[in-house]
């Protein structure tokens, strides 16, 4: 019998679609995906520690206005695996939140992979990372991924993943937006526009992506960098399209919306050209009516 363990901290990582295409839509309701994830240094955090019973605490400066109750993921992640091992799931969870809500950097799922890991420790489980992720797919598509971490290539829902094992790291300026947007409606969106048009996608070079990665050349992951869902957020919230614009106009090597939106990435050369694209950017929105919240240099890549 092991000692029984005091309490487990475990980071829970936002993502970044470098590109994203979305296919035909399935009878589950859910889009064909073709996506590169890779996770950013931008993270929320989860503590269990023992307990009777399951009990959520959310702290932090995006802890507000969320609910600590059973629809939240990191409760629903702590009740899935103590089912799937027969055990009541007794817990105090508390999660940390500094990743921005309904934001496109998964944060939820995050916080839901997270806590998979957190109480596999905590209960001493020994569940294998690829029951994890199997577990995280039942919880949300970007679930898997975020128990994986790293870089990977993801078709099917999301959930299908290719771990990429590109060594380097990629740094941006992510801009969060003043309001969220709620995933299945850019989703809709995107499906009106469609349905407008008569247009779809080609299908993702995901070897063009996958090679940008493995050169480590910022510009080169600049020249393929793309996201279907961009135009339907853009549409939802036109300002975006300015915040993009400003973006690219101060030097960014590339600017696209995170997921779903609405948050903004723009990637810089290194670090340094991170923080100087910030200043720029609150030069250049100053007065322009487009209302941002507080720029955000993170990184991305491999070893996150
Ligand atoms: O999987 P998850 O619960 O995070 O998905 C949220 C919503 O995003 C779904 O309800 C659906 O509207 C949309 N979605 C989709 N196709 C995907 C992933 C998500 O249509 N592959």
């Known amino acids: 019998m092991n000692a029984p363990v005091a309490s487990v901290v475990v980071r829970a990582y936002a993502k970044l679609n470098l590109c994203l295409r979305v296919g035909g839509l399935r009878e589950d309701g859910y889009h064909e995906l073709q996506t590169v994830f ?55 969870l508390t999660v940390r939140k500094t990743i921005p809500v309904a934001a496109g950097l998964a944060g939820g799922s995050a916080d839901a992979a997270a806590t998979l890991i957190a109480c596999n420790r905590l209960w001493q489980l020994n569940v294998s990372g690829q029951v994890l992720e199997a577990l995280g797919a039942k919880l949300g598509s970007d679930v898997p991924f975020c128990v994986r971490g790293g870089i990977a290539v993801a078709t099917g829902r999301g959930e299908q993943l290719e771990s990429v094992a590109a060594e380097g790291q990629f740094h941006w300026v992510l801009v969060p937006s003043a309001e969220q947007l709620s995933t299945p409606a850019v989703y809709a969106e995107l499906a009106r526009l469609r349905r407008g048009s008569g247009e779809t996608t080609p299908p993702a070079d995901i070897a063009a992506v996958v090679a940008a990665l493995l050169s480590g050349k910022p510009r080169r992951l600049a020249g393929v960098v793309t996201n279907d869902l961009e135009v339907a957020a853009v549409s939802l919230r036109p300002e975006l399209d300015l915040l993009l614009a400003a973006g690219r106009d101060v030097g960014a090597l590339a600017a696209l919306v995170c997921g779903s939106g609405p948050t903004c990435a723009f990637l810089a050369r290194d670090a340094a050209h991170a923080v100087e694209l910030i200043g720029r950017l609150g030069v250049a929105l100053a007065g322009s009516g487009v209302e941002t919240g507080s720029p955000i240099p993170v990184a991305s890549g491999c070893y996150l």
């Open 38 to 92: 890779s996770r950013l240094s931008l993270h929320d955090e989860v503590m269990a520690e023992p307990a009777d019973g399951l009990v959520l605490r959310l702290s932090g400066r995006y802890a507000e206005g969320l609910l600590a109750d059973e629809s939240n993921l990191a409760y629903r992640a702590a009740e899935l695996l103590a089912d799937h091992v027969g055990i009541s799931p007794d817990a105090a």
